[in-house]
């Protein structure tokens, strides 16, 4: 889901991504554990969005690509500390 900035709360536990079309990305702190491993990629593409998300009256919606990390991506990844409810 996509929010207009500053329309949703962070939580302590949610991990800080990166950005994402120059907006902060987050994700919450168990479904990280389950994806840490994993490259996501985020797409927008023609379709019916979510009915709350900001890009649902566009006629657009989000995709996620993933792909598991190669073992020298998930060695790095595993070395980057995690931030957590960080508003950036």
């Known amino acids: 889901m996509c929010f207009p900035r500053g329309d949703f709360r962070i939580g302590s536990r949610d991990v800080y991504l990166g950005l994402v079309a120059s907006t902060p990305s987050y994700m919450s702190g168990p479904q990280f554990e389950y994806w840490r491993h994993t490259h996501l990629t985020v797409d927008v593409v023609p379709g019916r969005g979510s009915g709350f998300s900001v890009e649902a009256p566009e006629g657009v919606r989000f995709l996620i690509r993933s792909r598991l990390f ?4 998930d060695e790095a990844a595993r ?3 995690v931030l957590l409810g960080v508003q950036h």
């Open 70 to 73: 190669a073992e020298d991506e």
């Open 79 to 81: 070395s980057e500390p």
